[in-house]
């Protein structure tokens, strides 16, 4: 049974939307919302990857929804919280496979 009381952080889902195409025939894609819940967010680890002239901070997020409140989420979809944009990586079911799904996202800043 997942306990309400955890679940104190409000995410944001959104979906990429595709636009009406522009005279040059591209489509312009935009990042619409498509829900929004209350999930228990938890920062795990962040690890520091070397690039070419900058070093990339890659920060992990795990997130704990309601099943029912996240029916339907894909991988291409991304979460929001706090304003900073979250890549979904990874979607899998709760330790009881009933009430919970369980999403682990990543992001990457400059530094």
């Known amino acids: 049974m997942m306990r309400g ?31 929004e819940a209350y999930a228990d967010v938890q920062f795990p680890r962040g690890r520091e990857v070397p690039g070419e002239n900058q070093a990339f901070i890659v920060n992990t997020v795990v997130c704990t929804f309601r099943f029912f409140e996240v029916r339907g989420l894909s991988e291409t979809m991304r979460i929001v919280i706090d304003g900073t944009p979250y890549d ?11 009430d919970a799904t369980i999403v682990e996202c990543t992001t990457d800043q400059r530094r």
Request: net charge positive.
């Open 5 to 35: 009381g955890r679940l104190r952080t409000r995410v944001t889902i959104q979906q990429i939307v595709e636009g009406a195409p522009s005279p040059l025939n591209e489509t312009a894609k935009t990042w619409a919302t498509w829900r």
């Open 88 to 98: 979904i990586r990874a979607i899998r079911p709760g330790l009881d496979r009933r």
